[in-house]
C-alpha cells in the first residue's frame, strides 16, 4: 500500500519560511508526478505545486516566485520550500501522487494522498 508522509507543518509570521517534506513508500517518486494541494475549510482543495521528471515543476499563480518544489530521488521525497509567507497561505497542506509522468493541477487525477500537515501563518 502506497504512504505519503507529510511534515514540516508549523506556525509561522508572515514573511517567514517553512519547508514541508513528503516522503513515499512503495511509489518511486522519480518516476511519477507529484504534487502539493492546501484547502481550507469551505473551499475546495486548490493545486499549489508540482513536479514530475527531474526539471518539470509547476506552480499555481499564487504561489509563484515564492515556493519552490524539488524532488530527492535518493530519499524518495518531495519537498516544498514556502517562503515569504502570507497569512492567505494557511491551509491544511496535502502531498498527492499520481502513477503518471503527466503533471495534473486536478485533485481527481491524482491516486494516492498523505494526512495533510497544517501550516498558520499569522500577521
Known amino acids: 500500500q502506497v504512504q505519503l508522509i507529510e511534515s514540516g507543518g508549523g506556525l509561522v509570521q508572515a514573511g517567514g519560511s517553512l519547508r514541508l517534506s513528503c516522503t513515499a513508500s512503495?511509489?518511486?517518486?522519480?518516476?511519477?508526478?507529484v504534487a502539493w494541494f492546501r484547502q481550507v475549510p469551505g473551499k475546495e482543495r486548490e493545486f499549489v505545486a508540482g513536479?514530475?521528471?527531474?526539471?518539470?515543476?509547476q506552480y499555481s499563480d499564487s504561489v509563484k516566485a515564492r515556493f519552490t518544489v524539488s524532488k530527492d530521488t535518493a530519499k524518495n521525497m518531495v519537498a516544498l520550500q514556502m517562503d515569504s509567507l502570507k497569512p492567505e497561505d494557511t491551509a491544511t497542506y496535502y502531498c498527492?501522487?499520481?502513477?503518471?509522468?503527466?503533471?495534473?493541477?486536478?485533485?481527481?487525477?491524482?491516486?494516492?494522498w498523505g494526512q495533510g500537515t497544517q501550516v498558520t501563518v499569522s500577521s
Open positions: 498527492a501522487a499520481r502513477t503518471s509522468e503527466v503533471l495534473s493541477r486536478s485533485s481527481l487525477l491524482y491516486d494516492h
Open positions: 512503495r511509489f518511486i517518486v522519480s518516476r511519477n508526478a
Open positions: 513536479v514530475v521528471g527531474n526539471t518539470i515543476t
